[in-house]
């Protein structure tokens, strides 16, 4: 995934230099903020491998440079080999994007040979029980041995660790873990809130105190570490007072496919009610991409309101995201409520504060299984 | 970073494993690819870190350079640029 400031120095002539697959919404695992749809059961008319293959072809065409291979699990594809192959043979520098549940040595050694550049792992905590009990699967044996797979296939690795209340403080052994493994990028993505997550969000938000002392420990790994491990930890966003600039503005660099075949500016923006996703079973990508309105909904600055529109930061941050947007203050165009000149921006600063109460009552924590909510009434988590 | 980044004419700069450098036809120009990102590069940068192949040294490169960009001396030029390469994990040093 694109990280702030991490080199995307292309002067973006609107190419969609990242591509995400999402090849799959199955998943043998149930965590708790996955970013997938609330009813991503219904989503099981996949493309087939000579659509997904149609779909790298035409992208490629497009000047498409980054390739992810997510879901859901990407490992559940059997012919995820054959898509790699296809990738690399095209030029795309592709990822893998796993929890690595299913990474066998042999799926390994397939897709090494099938030209996979590099693969980037998730991981919960350098704690069995607490990995075991975010995913609600025993995970961790299995996570560790698929790290240290990876490592001796000499593939370079992303160790993902979505950060929550739960495992901040964890930061300086998972470090720790992370540095014995052979890791090269950690990257502490704190949890972003929507669908599972936003349903969830009072159990995972983390306090201001467990961030500052995260960021503590990040900070004397790099100095003890230089360059041996790259770490990001970016502070979440609900604690910034500028929010981010999400996905380098929409339609801009980035491009994601759903498992049925849907185009998205984002791997969010279905939870934004009215804007229709073309399927790439239906049009040509380069039509999705350049003419589709969904993609020339929130383009460039037109579609702007005030304090956005005549905001001098408005190059650096594209106003946030328009899916946060949406989903705090009801209007997908409105500035992202964690900007702290958006109106709304008590929404955000409520939120942390109400988390943060001593001796609050605890919600159950909604896991990501089939039947865990009535999607019926999608969107009204908060 | 607390590691002494400069290079010196014997080093013997080669290209990270963690980065692959290639020509990219869309965008005219040698793009650097990598885990987390891309990095369109100009004309002087691809030239000098093509080079960087883990055999010739930093005095190396700067005279093959030399010899085809006769306008001036790079050589300070082109030991900033691997410094700064360096420094961001580009390259690593082989002495
Ligand atoms: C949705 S998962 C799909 C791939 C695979 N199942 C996995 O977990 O790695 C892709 C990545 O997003 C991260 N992730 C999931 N939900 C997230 C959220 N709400 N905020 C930030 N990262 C999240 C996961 O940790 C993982 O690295
Ligand atoms: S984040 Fe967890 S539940 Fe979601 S797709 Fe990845 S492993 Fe599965
Ligand atoms: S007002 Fe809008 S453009 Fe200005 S900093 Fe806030 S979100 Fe960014």
Redesign the pocket.
Known sequence: MPKAGSGLSLDGDRIPMWLVLELTYR?PLH?A????PLDFDNYRNELSTEEWKRVLREARAMGSLQLGF?????LLREDLEELVGEADRLGFYTNL???GIGLSRERLQAMKAAGLKQI?L?LQSSDRAITDSLVGAKAFDAKLAAAREIKSHGFPMVL?V?ICRQNIEQTEDILKLAEEIGVDYLEF?N??Y?NW?LLNRSEFLPTRDQIAMAEAAVARARERLGKRMTIYFVIPDYFDERPKACMNGWGAIHLTIAPDGSALPCQEARVIPGLEFPSVRDAPLAWIWHESPVFNEFRGDAWMKEPCRSCPEKEQDFGGCRCQAYLLTGNAANTDPVCAKSPEHHLVVDAVAEAAVPGRRRRPIVMRRRDSVNTMFMGCGG | MTENNTVAAGDVPQLSPLYLLRWEEPQQAHVMLYPEGVVKLNETAAAILLLCDGQRTAAEIIADLNSRYTSADVSAGVYRFLETSHAKGWIRIKS
């Open positions: 998943c965590c903020w996955c970013n997938n997510s879901g859901g699990e990407p994007i796993t929890s980037q998730s993902n979505p993505a949890i972003q929507y997550a």
